[in-house]
Every structure is written in C-alpha cells, then in structure tokens.
Nanobody, 118 residues
Framework: VQLVESGGGLVQAGGSLRLSCAASGSTLSIVVMGWYRQTPGKQRELVANIDSGGGSTVYVDSVKGRFTISRDNAKNTMYLQMNSLKPEDTAVYSC????????????WGKGTLVTVSS
C-alpha cells in the first residue's frame, strides 16, 4: 500500500484546509485509516481515525468540533477537513492505514506540513 498526502500549506488562524490521503496498491485490505500529526520535540499524536465503512470515527479532544475525517472508498481516498485552525495545529500531518487480518500491516505516508499563523 502506498499513501500520498496533499493539501497542506500556510493558513491564518481561523482559516480552513482540507487534507487528502490517496491510497494505491492493495487497498482492498485496508480497514482503519487515520491522520496523525507531529511537531519537533513532541510525540506523534493521533488526530482522528475512521473505520472501513466510515461509520465510526475517533478524534483527539483538541480537534473535536473543528476537524472532520471522512473517506471515499471508491476513490481510495481519505480526507481531513480542518476548520477554525489554531496556531497549535501547526504540524506535519501523516496518513496511516491498517490492513485487515492477523498479519495485517501498518503503512504511513510521508506527511504534509500544515502551518497556521497567528
């Protein structure tokens, strides 16, 4: 599975961005998809994830009500709509997926930088 993120950039506080994660390869095996973020000197944290059907989502408390995760299985693409952005949302955002089954693997994208200016 290969993952390519896009949509990052520079935005002012209060603005919006939409990140995309396009998956290719053995995409039928993908179950959970998620977004993580990391800033220098800090541990990577889960921002949000979504199950294979899109019916179950999880968000870190700091983004609840502002970010929305979604996926389009027909396009093998996951999205993260980010509204009301804050300077503390500045980070490299990476796409993460898990395959199904006991031997399912985990895959990561290279990440896309989101910078929110105050």
């Amino acid at each position: 599975v290969q993952l390519v993120e896009s949509g990052g950039g520079l935005v002012q506080a209060g603005g919006s961005l939409r990140l995309s994660c396009a998956a290719s390869g053995s995409t039928l095996s993908i179950v959970v998809m998620g977004w993580y973020r990391q800033t220098p000197g800090k541990q990577r944290e889960l921002v949000a994830n979504i199950d294979s059907g899109g019916g179950s989502t999880v968000y870190v408390d700091s983004v609840k009500g502002r970010f929305t995760i979604s996926r389009d299985n027909a396009k093998n693409t996951m999205y993260l709509q980010m509204n009301s952005l804050k300077p503390e949302d500045t980070a490299v955002y990476s796409c993460n997926v898990w395959e199904s089954g006991p031997h399912g693997k985990e895959y990561w994208g290279k990440g896309t930088l989101v910078t929110v200016s105050s």
